[in-house]
Every structure is written in structure tokens, then in C-alpha cells.
């Protein structure tokens, strides 16, 4: 399987499809990505996409307009390139179906495929919603705290517990974190949320290092297994859960979460999703 980027869609000039076509995605392999990381810990967790552009044709040639979520576990060899998942979902638009459990079957089947994992679909038709709110994340938000900060590049050796601290629970947030599309350059913005319990994290540098992200060029995913594993070395916390949901982007927004433990992560969207 081809993972290379230089032969992914993305940041590429693209004619959008007129008919159906699951070749269309494209996948990335993990696993050079997470050798680059060393011997990774113990942990469970999914990459949750929406997509806000999902329509097909009914058995009349009618279009039908939803929403979707995909649910890509963890532990699946690959993710897909978002651009090719867009020009993916895209292909449905001139494509009939009798209805819509046939399309939450195709894409189940398609996307599965490409990631060599079973993966979640939920489709719902507008119909079918009964409005969406959009809430902060749960946890206390760092981002007022009064800090100098000149450090843009990933920086792990910023993270402190506070000395003689007593072990704690507690979830932080902030909204301050940013990285950068690997591909195009383009600007990736994200809250993200930390939960953990152990030694008691200062919390000024975990700020810093939350920022210290923001040249960093990677996918989404691989910044939350390169956050959770930074953490988990240097902070040695006992659990840990760190879950990011990232700003929309050609109708799709990726929230990919790491845990140690069984967990249960909102997805309620956020002020910029």
C-alpha cells in the first residue's frame, strides 16, 4: 500500500468526481508515524470525523442532504487523507440509492476497507436532527493564565509536575492549540482537553508546551498521540486522556482522542466547529 504524501491528493489541483468511486481513498499508513514516537504505552481511543456535506440521489434522482459521523478506531493500520476522503464522499452526489441504509453500507464498507479496520458510521438526514448546540469542553481552561511563551516548536522538556505536589485528578483544556497541515501548511486550529490523574501537572507549562505545537507539522491524529505520549513520559501520570476536536475544514472536522483507561469523550461541538 502506497502512504506516500507526495502521491496523496491533498495540495493538489483536483477534478471533483461525477460518479461514485471508493478508489477515491487514499490511506496513510500509522505506523511510521508512531515508530517516530518510540515504544508507545497502552492506550485505546478513536479518531471521530463529522461531515457536514454528505448527499446522494433517491431511487428517482432526487437529492438527499445529511450529516455523518465516522468513528476510525485506534488500533486500525491506517487513517485516511482527509482531501481524499472529501472527494470520496463527494462521489455519492450524482449516485442513486433505494435508501439510506444502503449508503450507510457502501460507506461503512468503503471506509472500513481503506482503514483495515472496522469503522463506525452514523448518517442522519436533516430530518432527523433535532438541532445541535455547541458547548466548551469539560475542564478548567488554562489558556488565562499570565505567561511568557517563545517557544513554537514541540517541546516535551517544557512539561513540570509541581514540585511536591500531591496526586491529583483533574481535566484541563485549552483553545490555544495549532499545528500545521503537513501537506499544504495550512493552519490546523484545535481545543484540546487533558484529563489525568497523578502528580499534579503545572499547569503554565503545560500551556507552553500546548503552544509549543504550533509550527509543528502533522495530521491531527498524530498530534494527540504525540501530545498523550509526551505527557505520559514526562509527567508519569497513572491515567490519561487526551482528546482534541479541531476546527472544521472543506466541510469536515476530525477529533481524534488517546486514553489509558476505557473512557467516554463528549462530542458536542465546539464554538469553531
Same mark, same amino acid.
Given at each position: ?16 468526481? @461525477? ?19 518510540? @515504544? ?6 478513536? *479518531? ?20 455523518? @459521523? ?44 481503506? %482503514? ?21 469542553? *469539560? ?21 513540570? %509536575? ?18 500545521? %497541515? ?22 503554565? @507549562? ?16 498524530? %498530534? ?5 505520549? *509526551? ?43
Amino acid at each position: 500500500m502506497n502512504s506516500r504524501l507526495d502521491n496523496a491528493p491533498l495540495g493538489q489541483n483536483t477534478v471533483y468526481p @461525477t460518479a461514485y468511486d471508493a478508489a477515491l481513498l487514499y490511506p496513510i499508513e500509522r505506523a511510521p508515524n508512531r515508530l517516530a514516537l518510540g @515504544t508507545l504505552p497502552d492506550w485505546i481511543g478513536a *479518531d471521530i470525523w463529522n461531515a457536514y456535506e454528505i448527499s446522494w440521489l433517491n431511487s428517482k434522482g432526487k437529492p438527499v442532504v445529511a450529516t455523518a @459521523t465516522f468513528t476510525v478506531p485506534q488500533n486500525s493500520p491506517n487513517l485516511v487523507e482527509s482531501k481524499s476522503f472529501k472527494l470520496y464522499l463527494n462521489s455519492f452526489n450524482e449516485e442513486r440509492f433505494e435508501d439510506q441504509s444502503e449508503v450507510v453500507a457502501r460507506m461503512r464498507r468503503d471506509i472500513s476497507a481503506a %482503514c483495515g479496520a472496522q469503522v463506525e458510521v452514523e448518517l442522519l438526514t436533516l430530518a432527523e436532527q433535532t438541532g445541535s448546540v455547541y458547548r466548551p469542553m *469539560d475542564g478548567i481552561n488554562i489558556d488565562d493564565i499570565d505567561v511568557e511563551i517563545d517557544v513554537y516548536t514541540p517541546s516535551p522538556n517544557l512539561l513540570q %509536575c509541581v514540585p511536591g505536589a500531591n496526586d491529583i485528578e483533574e481535566t484541563l483544556v485549552s483553545d490555544l492549540l495549532k499545528s500545521n %497541515c503537513p501537506v499544504t501548511g495550512q493552519p490546523d486550529w484545535a481545543t484540546v482537553q487533558i484529563r489525568y490523574a497523578g502528580p499534579q501537572i503545572d499547569r503554565s @507549562t503545560l500551556l507552553k508546551y500546548i503552544v509549543s505545537l504550533r509550527r509543528h507539522d502533522e495530521f491531527h491524529e498524530h %498530534c494527540v498521540e504525540k501530545m498523550y505520549c *509526551d505527557i505520559w513520559r514526562v509527567c508519569k501520570p497513572r491515567s490519561l486522556l487526551v482528546y482534541a476536536r479541531y476546527t472544521r475544514r472543506g466541510g469536515l472536522d476530525i477529533n481524534p482522542w488517546r486514553a489509558s483507561h476505557a473512557a467516554q469523550v463528549d462530542t458536542a461541538r465546539t464554538v469553531r466547529q
